[in-house]
């Protein structure tokens, strides 16, 4: 997209796009998944992480958040163990 030359038409534009990103229903998992598929696919295509690099991360996320996971779950068990729940 190229930008006006003219301030006022380039104004314009900002507002109407910083409109249609209010639009956006950001709680909708569909959108999320679509935004991060964009990132990667564009991180990617552009040489920015190579898929070794993007492979590791995926499997450092995966692993961090089974950790998570993990931990919310005793967090929740030993909630439960003190009200008697």
């Known amino acids: 997209m190229e930008l006006p030359d ?3 038409e380039r104004d314009k534009l900002f507002n109407d796009l910083a409109k249609d990103l209010f639009k ?3 709680e909708n998992t569909e959108f999320h998944f ?3 598929s964009s ?3 564009l991180l990617l295509d552009k040489g ?3 898929e ?7 499997e450092e996320t995966g692993a961090a958040f ?4 993990y931990r ?3 967090q929740k068990s030993d909630q439960n163990e003190n009200t008697g729940v």
């Open 24 to 26: 956006i229903d950001f």
């Open 48 to 50: 920015i992480i190579s």
């Open 66 to 69: 089974k950790l998570f996971k």
């Open 72 to 74: 919310n779950s005793l």
């Open 6 to 8: 003219n301030t006022f």
């Open 52 to 58: 070794e690099e993007f492979a590791k991360s995926t």
């Open 39 to 41: 990132l990667i696919s």
């Open 34 to 36: 679509v935004m991060l």
